[in-house]
């Protein structure tokens, strides 16, 4: 049975008759040239994803038409959605010229969102026809465009179908990290069916290593989502995934009712590729429970509609074979099983090709012994080369995890060699002032001083210039770190996220978020170095600001029953005060939204932060309903302010709790 993962792509507009009746009048009415031609793409447009043969028709005389005007930029756009057409029907050598194509005729262009979406269908081809290197390198050009735009669906997107090829290489731990990034980032956008796909791929990761438990509730999950959305096409992936599940568990009812429930969707959308997918999954079910006339049935339709899917078309032709053996038809059955052979080595897939020879042997070790023996014989040198094949993935594998750790490792290398640059500049330029000095004294005596000056000026022109790059390298550097840093926080927060979904006790779900608000208030400081110019500082009001905005939202606290003061004075703080001062902020507003509110119609929660003479002063306030008057901060068993308590100590704060009308926090920290 075939798994399928979930590429990110536009969920289909339902397709509007009205609309494309009134194109239609218009390209009645309209002679101009222009007029036609945009008429014309909008309508091909419209027929792309559900009349995708009309929509090649209507292409192909706006491409003429674009011509003839000589209109790049249109033509540009029609062979993009041609090449969507044409992607539609299967026919993924076209889908490639076409969107090749556009990608040429979009020109200095290329670096925009059109040029990364079409870098990203060209990825999307060489996965399909198994060039994964290939999908690599496109998915990968595609993601520096996405990340130079700053755009967060596109990296998310890009980021998801990395993590399908890095599965299909057996690269399981760059899969799962490149899936958390997609997750996050659909996240923070809140893109509801961004986090279905990643939900559905999250899955069959699981499913892979056999952990079936966690499969199901990621497939679940992901259903939910979809459901939501009512994306039939992406509902259809997922049920067809949760019908593998079940039948590798020996689950057959359960499978043959997801299958067909697949299957269903998929005929109602006229999904012709998805359903010849859906037969052979039946139909193999069948064969399984010895109903093999049902199973023959299924499969000659799975066989009639794969035309232009080899893969699908030989494994129908396999599962025909083996049922025509079984009801005893054995010419059939030989006729079948050959075709299933030569079609697995004319696409070089050595595990179809086994199963129609190992079905050969089966079929003749009665009536031609030796017959049968060389069907064997092959079958076996097959499977001594799948064999093969699979220690080679095992060990591309362990190179590529290796690589990955390689590659961190250098840039550790490059940091530490930075350091050492920078320490043997500064020497230099001291030797250098030293040097200058010396000849200024001998300029006084000798005329040919002055050509030596000349000659040490240029050095120091070069050793400013070689300084300025590395401080700009650096620079670099710096901001790619914090940007890693914040990439993996954020990946700790999707996980505990996950986590805190699969868990009913509400304490333990409580634990994991305000552990995954502890992560966020890192991240949004990292967040800020790398996106800034200034590296090694953060502004205290726009971090306070977007941290207590992000507490709000976590506990879906609403303005009109708790507003929220702030008076922040603009400085900006180094990283080693920012973090336990953040770390502190986080505990106190957390403590108030959770507990100083709960029998009020409606609180304040003021933020005070200012400059001092002799350091900050932070106050953060409430008007609730204050702490047990037995509090102490040095006898409390609570988390929070023993994290408060341990932050305060780091930064050698004076720490002071007032209760009276709610609770008053002030912290002094001297500077």
């Given at each position: 049975?075939?798994?399928?993962?979930?590429?990110?792509?536009?969920?289909?507009?339902?397709?509007?008759q009205?609309?494309?009746?009134?194109?239609l009048?218009?390209?009645?009415?309209?002679?101009?040239?222009?007029?036609?031609?945009?008429?014309?793409?909008?309508?091909?447009?419209?027929?792309?994803?559900?009349?995708?043969?009309?929509?090649?028709?209507?292409?192909?005389?706006?491409?003429?038409?674009?011509?003839?005007?000589h209109?790049?930029?249109?033509?540009?756009?029609?062979?993009?959605?041609?090449?969507?057409?044409?992607?539609?029907?299967?026919?993924v050598?076209?889908?490639?010229?076409?969107?090749?194509?556009?990608?040429?005729?979009?020109?200095?262009?290329?670096?925009?969102?059109?040029?990364?979406?079409?870098?990203?269908?060209?990825?999307?081809?060489?996965?399909?026809?198994?060039?994964?290197?290939?999908?690599?390198?496109?998915?990968?050009?595609?993601?520096?465009?996405?990340?130079?735009?700053?755009?967060?669906?596109?990296?998310?997107?890009?980021?998801?179908?990395?993590?399908?090829?890095?599965?299909?290489q057996?690269?399981?731990?760059?899969?799962?990290?490149?899936?958390?990034?997609?997750?996050?980032?659909?996240?923070?956008?809140?893109h509801?069916?961004?986090?279905?796909?990643?939900?559905?791929?999250?899955?069959?990761?699981?499913?892979?290593?056999?952990?079936?438990?966690?499969?199901?509730?990621?497939?679940?999950?992901?259903?939910?989502?979809?459901?939501?959305?009512?994306?039939?096409?992406?509902?259809?992936?997922?049920?067809?995934?949760?019908?593998?599940?079940?039948?590798?568990?020996?689950?057959?009812?359960?499978?043959?009712?997801?299958?067909?429930s697949?299957?269903?969707?998929?005929?109602?959308?006229?999904?012709?590729?998805?359903?010849?997918?859906?037969?052979?999954?039946?139909?193999?079910?069948?064969?399984?429970?010895?109903?093999?006339?049902?199973g023959?049935?299924?499969?000659?339709?799975?066989?009639?509609?794969?035309?232009?899917d080899?893969?699908?078309?030989?494994?129908?032709?396999?599962?025909?074979?083996?049922?025509?053996?079984?009801?005893?038809?054995?010419?059939?059955?030989?006729?079948?099983?050959?075709?299933?052979?030569?079609?697995?080595?004319?696409?070089?897939?050595?595990?179809?090709?086994?199963?129609?020879?190992?079905?050969?042997?089966?079929?003749?070790?009665?009536?031609?012994?030796?017959?049968?023996?060389?069907?064997?014989?092959e079958?076996?040198?097959?499977?001594?080369?799948?064999?093969?094949?699979?220690?080679?993935?095992?060990?591309?594998?362990?190179?590529?995890?290796?690589?990955?750790?390689?590659?961190?490792?250098?840039?550790?290398?490059?940091?530490?060699?930075?350091?050492?640059?920078?320490?043997?500049?500064?020497?230099?330029?001291?030797?250098a002032?030293?040097?200058?000095?010396?000849?200024?004294?001998?300029?006084?005596?000798?005329?040919?001083?002055?050509?030596?000056?000349?000659?040490?000026?240029?050095?120091?022109?070069?050793?400013?210039?070689?300084?300025?790059?590395?401080?700009?390298?650096?620079?670099?550097?710096?901001?790619?770190?914090?940007?890693?840093?914040?990439?993996?926080?954020?990946?700790?927060?999707?996980?505990?996220?996950?986590?805190?979904?699969s868990?009913?006790?509400?304490?333990?779900?409580?634990?994991?978020?305000?552990?995954?608000?502890?992560?966020?208030?890192?991240?949004?400081?990292?967040?800020?170095?790398?996106?800034?110019?200034?590296?090694?500082?953060?502004?205290?009001?726009?971090?306070?600001?977007?941290?207590?905005?992000?507490?709000?939202?976590?506990?879906?606290?609403?303005?009109?029953?708790?507003?929220?003061?702030?008076?922040?004075?603009?400085?900006?703080?180094?990283?080693?005060?920012?973090?336990?001062?953040?770390?502190?902020?986080?505990?106190?507003?957390?403590?108030?939204?959770?507990?100083?509110?709960?029998?009020?119609?409606?609180?304040?929660?003021?933020?005070?932060?200012?400059?001092?003479?002799?350091?900050?002063?932070?106050?953060?306030?409430?008007?609730?309903v204050?702490?047990?008057?037995?509090?102490?901060?040095?006898?409390?068993?609570?988390?929070?302010?023993?994290?408060?308590?341990?932050?305060?100590?780091?930064?050698?704060?004076?720490?002071n709790?007032?209760?009276?009308?709610?609770?008053?926090?002030?912290?002094?920290?001297?500077?």
């Open positions: 049975m075939v798994l399928l993962g979930c590429w990110i792509t536009a969920i289909k507009a339902q397709f509007n009205h609309q494309a009746d009134s194109l009048g218009v390209l009645d009415e309209v002679i101009e040239d222009t007029m036609h031609l945009q008429a014309l793409i909008q309508l091909g447009e419209l027929y792309r994803d559900h009349k995708s043969a009309e929509a090649i028709e209507v292409l192909k005389e706006a491409a003429y038409y674009a011509r003839l005007i209109d790049d930029v249109s033509l540009a756009k029609v062979h993009a959605t041609a090449g969507t057409a044409f992607g539609r029907l299967g026919k050598d076209s889908a490639r010229f076409y969107w090749q194509s556009s990608y040429q005729l979009l020109g200095v262009d290329t670096l925009s969102n059109k040029g990364g979406g079409l870098l990203n269908n060209l990825g999307m081809t060489e996965e399909m026809e198994g060039n994964l290197s290939e999908a690599v390198n496109y998915y990968e050009r595609a993601l520096l465009i996405f990340h130079s735009l700053n755009d967060t669906f596109g990296r998310a997107g890009i980021s998801n179908n990395l993590g399908l090829v890095y599965k299909k057996g690269n399981y731990q760059r899969a799962m990290e490149s899936f958390l990034l997609a997750l996050n980032g659909f996240e923070e956008i809140e509801i069916a961004g986090q279905a796909s990643i939900s559905n791929n999250l899955g069959m990761i699981a499913q892979d290593q056999k952990s079936y438990v966690d499969a199901l509730g990621y497939y679940k999950h992901s259903l939910q989502l979809k459901e939501k959305l009512e994306d039939k096409h992406s509902i259809a992936i997922t049920l067809n995934n949760i019908g593998t599940l079940y039948k590798e568990q020996v689950q057959l009812d359960s499978a043959r009712h997801y299958h067909q697949s299957l269903d969707l998929k005929k109602e959308i006229a999904d012709i590729r998805g359903q010849a997918i859906s037969y052979n999954n039946l139909g193999e079910l069948a064969i399984v429970a010895g109903d093999y006339r049902s023959l049935e299924l499969n000659k339709k799975a066989h009639a509609l794969a035309e232009s080899p893969h699908t078309k030989a494994m129908a032709e396999v599962f025909i074979g083996m049922a025509y053996q079984k009801i005893g038809q054995s010419q059939e059955a030989k006729r079948w099983l050959l075709e299933a052979a030569k079609r697995g080595e004319q696409t070089g897939e050595l595990s179809i090709e086994y199963d129609a020879k190992i079905n050969l042997y089966s079929l003749f070790k009665n009536s031609n012994p030796k017959r049968a023996l060389t069907y064997f014989e079958a076996t040198a097959i499977k001594d080369s799948l064999f093969n094949q699979e220690n080679t993935r095992a060990l591309t594998t362990l190179e590529l995890e290796y690589a990955f750790e390689k590659e961190k490792a250098v840039k550790d290398q490059e940091i530490s060699l930075l350091n050492s640059e920078k320490e043997l500049a500064a020497l230099q330029l001291r030797t002032k030293r040097r200058n000095l010396t000849f200024g004294v001998l300029f006084l005596l000798l005329a040919v001083t002055s050509i030596i000056l000349y000659r040490l000026f240029t050095r120091i022109k070069a050793q400013n210039l070689i300084i300025a790059q590395t401080l700009e390298e650096r620079e670099t550097l710096l901001k790619e770190i914090h940007h890693r840093v914040k990439n993996n926080l954020q990946v700790i927060s999707s996980l505990l996220k996950l986590q805190s979904r868990l009913s006790d509400e304490t333990a779900v409580a634990a994991l978020q305000e552990g995954q608000n502890r992560v966020r208030s890192m991240a949004l400081i990292h967040q800020d170095l790398y996106q800034e110019d200034n590296l090694i500082g953060v502004s205290a009001r726009q971090y306070i600001e977007k941290l207590c905005d992000g507490l709000f939202k976590s506990y879906n606290i609403k303005s009109d029953k708790i507003s929220m003061q702030m008076d922040i004075d603009d400085v900006t703080l180094d990283v080693d005060n920012v973090i336990p001062l953040g770390l502190i902020i986080n505990e106190l507003v957390t403590n108030s939204l959770k507990y100083a509110f709960e029998d009020l119609d409606r609180g304040i929660l003021s933020i005070s932060l200012r400059q001092e003479l002799k350091g900050l002063q932070l106050d953060v306030q409430d008007n609730g204050g702490l047990p008057s037995s509090f102490s901060i040095q006898k409390t068993t609570s988390l929070g302010f023993r994290l408060i308590q341990a932050f305060a100590t780091k930064l050698s704060a004076e720490l709790i007032e209760q009276g009308d709610g609770t008053h926090v002030s912290l002094f920290i001297p500077t």
